[in-house]
């Protein structure tokens, strides 16, 4: 029977997959849609449609991938089982000849798991892998067995000829068989016998032990010559090495569970590895770095958009930024070019930044960037660290190149690893899980990571051969480097404090970042849904909830914005902390910052200055600012600075006509054009106070500013222009979105409504019915539609309107998708039917014509 398909059922046990999850209860049936949301997309109309989609191969192979490196060592030792295993074989396998008390101790946990994920089924009498997961695991010429073994003797000898058969059976000292069956069934016996097998290998010579010390661990095939040394062909001639090809031979799989005392893998592994604790730090110590280092990242996020404010760098044609502006960027925020990476990707997850979408597109603020300045430091902070959380994308890999070759830039649009995503949460949760202040060592969390997840890695290892990013060491497995981009980043952004986890990140962190091994359901965070406490599940409103604990502990911890400076006499002024915003963003006009740390320095020139009155501001209004921030008096030589530039200001006027320049002294004038600097701009007297010249407005307003002189632009009608940034912002955007890994995690809600789904289908597939009216009504086949004519449709189901009987009906929906439904008729009318659907529980109406069959329920 085939293992997905419906049946009743017998007194041993299930005979099938679908059998067995029909004898679950709901709260396990929730648990498997709950670990495998991939089948309920869509729901399923049954549980035999359920047992048949666990069952493709696309699914096993995503479930597997989900176990923990001992749930998946029990099931490849199940797949070089017999099928069916009981449990004590199956224990055999796993710890061999010597009881293994951590083994016993956590395989029937293992087994569990696999059963709670429909991958194996049956009784501890029975034990089934399911099939596909069977072919994926179990040994064949074209795929060796992680467990290193070899096939059986009875499939390394299909297809041999008797009399080779017979030859073996003597060569090993047996009797002769009458038949191949029996004389391959002799031989296994032989195998599994371990005394017989004892006594077989001690007349071997010393040279063929060590053949078979070369293969019983795996791969379990070797080649040979044509004329085979005496060791192999001992070996050969007693079916201790059976004929894979004509010149291959594999060690048989019973043989080395003999030679390997019983034993499927080498190395089980039922235990994690725990994180090993280089170092313990005072927990208010760790705040306090975080904070620091915090506080640092929203300086950076800032001066990186503020140098941006204008407008930034072009969109490549193919998405993102090239390497050149990427360069510039790093050099603007003074650091290395990964790490400009990492900060723009951080601003882009935010959604702080984006592309404007212009003919010429540029990078540029979205207008939620005005926004977030205008909130508390440490709700601004709250923010980045959400995004960053919930974010897919790897700055680590830009500079790198994918699949094709082809350069992954900053902001690109092939930047997104799902694994990344689930890497950060694990590697943080493990954090968590670690006592405040401890410092993990991260090769003892990449090996925690490799145990918990080893498909996955060697999945991403495959993939990250053509994803390299520069410094990776080659195909390095993408997992470890995300554990170690992670380790960094969250230092950088202040999640950790000297390497470990802070409180305002602790409060931060979604309930799933517990991850596998906390004693509930791996996508669940550790935690029984039912003992979860509220604020701790996925909604927005439990996350925004998280944003604002921790930024309720981190507000304390970060330095007050001060309203003053320490003006000193070499045209310098001292910001010993952060400042207020006006105060910031007016030095900032007034001055050039010079230097940055825990004091920024501001350097006064004539430049800055100028900039400051080109803004609109007067000589008196730049005095009384000073005075009014300083904590010291404000030094002679910069009011002289501002004075003698104020005073400058605006001497010389420049307008456009091609551009001229005026002024009342024609003395000044005379001194331009007589300057050998002037000659490229074009300049020619037509008037003592007006020159002409053949440069536009912006380039005689450079030139001349070079040369050393104040002049000021003027409008058409003589006035003086007022040169501000003017801020370029794009429009209205949002964050991007994560690329998930597979479908969503369903909720409480989706998940009960699907298992009452499953169940009502499953009783509408598998009900009683009377035999159908039809003279041509024959037996229907699981799942089938029932048919009659239309006639006996309306007939059958006006009578049951009439009478208040239950309906088996076969219905096909617009699109096309057939149904097989139980309902309870109560008017029929109008070429449609009404009545109470027991399949969705609920009243529903249907078309008539869409009713492919009908049929009573019988009595009982």
């Known amino acids: 029977m085939p293992e997905g398909s419906g049946g009743s059922g017998s007194a041993t046990g299930p005979r099938t997959l679908a059998e067995a999850l029909r004898a679950r209860a709901d709260e396990e049936l929730a648990a498997l849609l709950r670990a495998r949301p991939d089948l309920l997309s869509p729901v399923p109309n049954d549980v035999t449609q359920l047992a048949t989609r666990a069952g493709t191969r696309a699914s096993v192979v995503r479930a597997l991938e989900r176990l923990d490196r001992f749930t998946l060592q029990t099931a490849e030792a199940l797949a070089v089982a017999p099928d069916?295993?009981?449990?004590?074989?199956?224990?055999?396998?796993?710890?061999?000849?010597?009881?293994?008390?951590?083994?016993?101790?956590?395989?029937?946990?293992?087994?569990?798991?696999?059963?709670?994920?429909?991958?194996?089924?049956?009784?501890?009498?029975?034990?089934?892998?399911?099939?596909?997961?069977?072919?994926?695991?179990?040994?064949?010429?074209?795929?060796?067995?992680?467990?290193?073994?070899g096939p059986t003797v009875s499939e390394a000898t299909a297809g041999m000829s008797p009399g080779r058969l017979q030859e073996i059976v003597a060569a090993a000292g047996l009797p002769p068989t009458h038949d191949p069956v029996s004389a391959v069934a002799a031989l296994t016996a032989l195998f599994t016998d371990r005394e017989r097998m004892g006594h077989l290998l001690d007349t071997a010579p010393p040279e063929a032990l060590t053949v078979l010390d070369r293969l019983v661990w795996?791969?379990?095939?070797?080649?040979?010559?044509?004329?085979?040394?005496?060791?192999?062909?001992?070996?050969?001639?007693?079916?201790?090495?059976?004929?894979?090809?004509?010149?291959?031979?594999?060690?048989?799989?019973?043989?080395?569970?003999?030679?390997?005392?019983?034993?499927?893998?080498?190395?089980?592994?039922?235990?994690?590895?725990e994180p090993v604790v280089t170092a313990e730090r005072r927990p208010q110590v760790v705040d306090s770095a975080a904070a620091g280092q915090a506080y640092t990242a929203l300086a950076t996020v800032e001066d990186l958009l503020k140098d941006w404010h204008e407008g930034g760098p072009?969109?490549?044609?193919?998405?993102?930024?090239?390497?050149?502006?990427?360069?510039?960027?790093?050099?603007?925020?003074?650091?290395?070019?990964?790490?400009?990476?990492?900060?723009?990707?951080?601003?882009?997850?935010?959604?702080?930044?984006?592309?404007?979408?212009?003919?010429?597109?540029?990078?540029?603020?979205?207008?939620?960037?005005?926004?977030?300045?205008?909130?508390?430091?440490?709700?601004?902070?709250?923010?980045?660290?959400?995004?960053?959380?919930?974010?897919t994308r790897a700055p680590?890999?830009?500079?790198?190149?994918?699949?094709?070759?082809?350069?992954?830039?900053?902001?690109?649009?092939?930047?997104?690893?799902?694994?990344?995503?689930?890497?950060?949460?694990?590697v943080l949760g493990l954090l968590a899980a670690l006592t405040e202040g401890s410092v993990p060592d991260a090769g003892s969390v990449r090996e925690r990571l490799r145990w918990e997840r080893p498909l996955r890695g060697d999945a991403s290892a495959r993939a990250s051969a053509a994803a390299v990013a520069p410094g990776s060491?080659?195909?390095?497995?993408?997992?470890?480097?995300?554990?170690d981009w992670t380790l960094s980043e969250a230092e950088l952004l202040g999640v950790t404090g000297r390497g470990a986890l802070s409180a305002h990140a602790r409060a931060l962190l979604p309930p799933e970042a517990t991850g596998p091994g906390a004693g509930g359901d791996p996508d669940a965070g550790g935690v029984p849904e039912a003992d979860r406490a509220p604020g701790t599940d996925r909604t927005p409103e439990a996350a925004e909830a998280r944003r604002a604990r921790a930024a309720t502990l981190l507000a304390p911890l970060l330095p007050e914005p001060l309203d003053h400076v320490l003006l000193q006499a070499d045209l310098t002024a001292v910001a010993p902390g952060p400042l207020e915003r006006p105060l910031a963003e007016t030095l900032s006009v007034l001055a050039d910052v010079e230097s940055k740390g825990g004091?920024?320095?501001?350097?006064?020139?004539?430049?800055?200055?100028?900039?400051?009155?080109?803004?609109?501001?007067?000589?008196?209004?730049?005095?009384?600012?000073?005075?009014?921030?300083?904590?010291?008096?404000?030094?002679?030589?910069?009011?002289?600075?501002?004075?003698?530039?104020?005073r400058r200001h605006g001497h010389l006027r420049i307008g456009a006509a091609g551009a001229y320049v005026r002024c009342d002294d024609d003395t000044l004038l005379g001194e331009i054009l007589a300057d050998r600097r002037a000659q490229p701009l074009g300049l020619r007297r037509l008037a003592p106070t007006v020159l002409a010249a053949q440069a536009d407005p912006g380039t005689l307003l450079e030139g001349l500013r070079a040369m050393g002189y104040a002049p000021a632009a003027e409008s058409a009608e003589g006035d003086v222009l007022i040169t501000r940034a003017h801020a370029r912002r794009t429009p209205p955007r949002?964050?991007?979105?994560?690329?998930?890994?597979?479908?969503?995690?369903?909720?409480?809600?989706?998940?009960?409504?699907?298992?009452?789904?499953?169940?009502?289908?499953?009783?509408?597939?598998?009900?009683?019915?009377?035999?159908?009216?039809?003279?041509?009504?024959?037996?229907?086949?699981?799942?089938?539609?029932?048919?009659?004519?239309?006639?006996?449709?309306?007939?059958?189901?006006?009578?049951?309107?009439?009478t208040g009987s239950a309906l088996w009906i076969g219905y096909v929906n617009a699109d096309g998708a057939a149904s097989q439904r139980v309902i309870a008729p109560v008017r029929v009318e109008g070429g449609f039917v009404t009545g109470y659907d027991h399949t969705a529980d609920e009243v529903r109406t249907y078309p008539l014509h869409r009713i492919t069959g009908v049929a009573e329920l019988a009595d009982d």
């Open 84 to 149: 069916p295993a009981p449990y004590e074989t199956l224990s055999a396998l796993l710890t061999g000849d010597e009881a293994d008390q951590a083994i016993e101790a956590a395989l029937p946990g293992a087994l569990a798991e696999l059963r709670r994920q429909a991958l194996v089924w049956g009784g501890d009498d029975r034990l089934r892998l399911v099939r596909t997961a069977r072919e994926l695991l179990a040994p064949s010429p074209t795929r060796p067995s992680p467990t290193g073994l």
């Open 473 to 483: 060491g080659g195909a390095r497995d993408l997992r470890d480097r995300a554990v």
């Open 734 to 802: 949002t964050p991007p979105a994560p690329v998930p890994d597979g479908p969503p995690v369903p909720d409480r809600t989706l998940l009960g409504a699907a298992v009452r789904a499953i169940r009502a289908g499953d009783r509408a597939a598998t009900v009683e019915r009377k035999p159908l009216p039809s003279a041509a009504a024959r037996p229907l086949a699981n799942g089938e539609l029932p048919r009659t004519t239309a006639a006996e449709t309306l007939a059958t189901v006006q009578a049951a309107a009439l």
């Open 314 to 391: 072009a969109v490549l044609r193919s998405g993102g930024l090239s390497v050149r502006d990427l360069k510039r960027t790093a050099v603007a925020l003074d650091t290395s070019e990964p790490l400009a990476a990492f900060w723009l990707e951080l601003a882009y997850a935010a959604g702080l930044l984006a592309s404007d979408g212009e003919a010429d597109e540029r990078y540029a603020p979205t207008p939620a960037y005005d926004e977030w300045l205008e909130r508390p430091a440490a709700d601004r902070w709250a923010d980045l660290a959400s995004a960053w959380l919930a974010g």
């Open 599 to 646: 004091a920024t320095v501001y350097r006064f020139t004539p430049g800055s200055v100028r900039r400051a009155l080109d803004a609109g501001r007067t000589a008196s209004d730049l005095h009384t600012f000073l005075a009014a921030h300083s904590r010291t008096p404000v030094p002679q030589p910069l009011s002289y600075l501002i004075d003698d530039v104020a």
């Open 396 to 426: 680590g890999l830009v500079g790198g190149q994918d699949g094709r070759g082809r350069a992954l830039s900053a902001l690109g649009p092939d930047l997104d690893r799902s694994a990344v995503l689930e890497v950060r949460l694990r």
């Open 218 to 273: 795996g791969p379990p095939y070797g080649e040979v010559t044509a004329t085979p040394a005496p060791p192999v062909r001992w070996l050969r001639d007693r079916g201790l090495l059976l004929p894979a090809s004509a010149r291959t031979v594999v060690l048989p799989r019973e043989a080395a569970l003999h030679l390997r005392a019983g034993r499927a893998h080498r190395a089980p592994e039922p235990v994690p590895p």
